[in-house]
Structures are given as C-alpha cells and as structure tokens.
C-alpha cells in the first residue's frame, strides 16, 4: 500500500481554464532559460510550498518560483548534485527566516557505491510519514521510460513493498519504479526532503 501525502501537504494548483495541477512546472517560467534549466527551482518550491502551506493558490505559487529561481545558480549542467540543490534552498530558507533544513541521500554513479533499496525506501518513507515530499534527482533514468534525465521531480508517494513512487513533473503526475532506476541508472542521482528544526516554539 503506498504512503502517500495528503492533499493538505501538497500544492494543488487550479489554472486559469479551471484544469488542476499537483506541483508546478518550469514551463510556466516566462524567460526561456529559465524553463529550461528551472526544474531544480521548482522541485525547491514544491518543498517549500508543502512544508509552508501558505493560503493561496496559483499566483501565490507562480511568485514562490519566481523567488526561487533567483537562488540557484544553474549552470551549463544544472543544478546537478544534492549540494548545488540544497545551498539554492538553503539561500531562500535563510532569506525568509524558514526552521527548516536539508536532508539528502545521495545515489552515486557506481553502483557498487550506492545505498541498497532498503536505505533508499526509508529515507523517502520517512519524508513522507512526516508529511514531507522528496525532491529526485534523475542525471539518467536508465530502464525507466516515463523518467526524463537530467531532471528533478518531486516524490509524492511511495509503495515500500513495490517501491513504485508517485512524482510529480511539469505539474501531472506520473508513477515510476525506483527500485529499477535504482539499479539501472548510468549517472545516478539524489534525493533531498526538508526536515523542521526543533525549537522552544515548535516543541
């Protein structure tokens, strides 16, 4: 059975012709450099948006993106590592006074290297039981068809028996198997959630 989030903890985002997205999408960036290389800005503000649930919908949504952007600093490769995606998050956290932080699992590109299965489903699990989605990284997406490389999307749910995940890209989403990108993939990737600090005041 997946462990999925719930509607609260997601950004669910109405269009202008009434259609409904779940998360955001770099296309609705306006300058075209920016919907080229702003999948890492989006994923960043499909975590901030749930972690935040701000009252509002796709207006609110479009300025949290454009206030991401400004953030990161994709170059000819993107933003490519856990470290460039969490420094660009941590910028806009440290900005607006956020009690949150960064926690990554990195997904080297040898696979002798790579955590096994059972790391990587507890890691995302345990984002999603604390009402937490997971940005991924995809640098290749090996056997997995419906899984763009070189791309962040966003975990929205995950089956730990299957390890079949919901994600969500350009605003659908889609279903694929992270146990076979796993073991499949040429580059490999990451997987970063944001975790709430503990103080006085959220204790």
């Known amino acids: 059975m997946k462990i999925m989030l719930d509607e609260p903890d997601l950004p669910v985002l109405t269009g202008l012709s009434g259609e409904k997205y779940i998360g955001g999408s770099q296309e609705w960036y306006e300058d075209s450099w920016h919907k080229k290389a702003g999948c890492g800005p989006v994923a960043a503000s499909n975590l901030i948006w749930s972690m935040t649930r701000p009252e509002g919908g796709m207006e609110q949504y479009l300025d949290l993106m454009r206030d991401m952007y400004p953030c990161f600093t994709p170059g000819l490769q993107g933003i490519n590592t856990s470290v460039l995606f969490s420094d660009g998050i941590m910028r806009y956290i440290a ?21 096994n299965a059972c790391t990587v489903r507890d890691f995302i699990l345990t984002a999603l039981q604390s009402s937490a989605p997971v940005a991924f990284l995809n640098l290749s ?29 350009y605003g659908k989403v889609l279903e694929i198997d992270v146990s ?23 204790r």
Do not use: C
Request: charged share 20%; glycine share 6%; no cysteine.
């Open 141 to 169: 997406n090996g056997t997995v068809s419906n899984l763009e490389n070189w791309h962040w999307v966003t975990i929205i749910a995950l089956d730990p028996d299957t390890m079949q995940a919901n994600i969500s890209d």
């Open 180 to 202: 076979k990108w796993l073991k499949t993939s040429f580059l490999g990737g990451a997987f970063v959630y944001l975790r709430l600090i503990e103080t006085a005041q959220n």
């Open 95 to 115: 900005a607006h006074g956020l009690q949150l932080t960064p926690q990554a699992l990195d997904i080297p590109s040898r696979p002798r290297r790579r955590p």
